[in-house]
């Protein structure tokens, strides 16, 4: 059906579409999101069991910020030392375009709420690049900048 692969498309090409394209992904994508699953008789990539270490993404909210560090707040546990990546529009060179960038941060402290069931965590960046902490300053000066007014 032309018009729901376009439909498909228009919702965010960027999730099936690969560039340089890959014929093998993008059949691979098309099939499992008009299908709902991964279809072992039109299987286009290798596939193999293992039993390694992965994180999984937490939501959180981000309420404090300086070039050093962050603190967050989410409803799901945190553990002292524990790496994250931290996905924010705040990260982000582009400041009109909708854009997340990343920085890499380690846990140092944790408050828990109980009335709230909210983790309050304190990250310190790890290996944040010049361009990373210009971009954090200017975000800083931005904020500071508007609660002037």
Partial sequence: DTQKIFQFIDAGWK????LPPDRA???????M??????SGDIRQVYTLNVRERASLAKTAELIELSEFDCKLKSQFEIKM???FL???KIFSMDDA???ESNILARCYQIQYD??????TASFYFIGS???QLRIIRNSLRRSYAINKR
């Fill in 15 to 18: 999730d099936y579409v690969f």
């Fill in 81 to 83: 030392g524990e790496l």
């Fill in 129 to 131: 690049s010049d361009e």
């Fill in 97 to 99: 375009a909708d854009v």
């Fill in 25 to 31: 992904m993008i059949i691979e994508k098309f099939w």
């Fill in 114 to 119: 109980k009335q709230q069931n909210q983790y």
């Fill in 33 to 38: 999101h008009t299908t709902g699953k991964r």
């Fill in 86 to 88: 931290i996905y924010s």
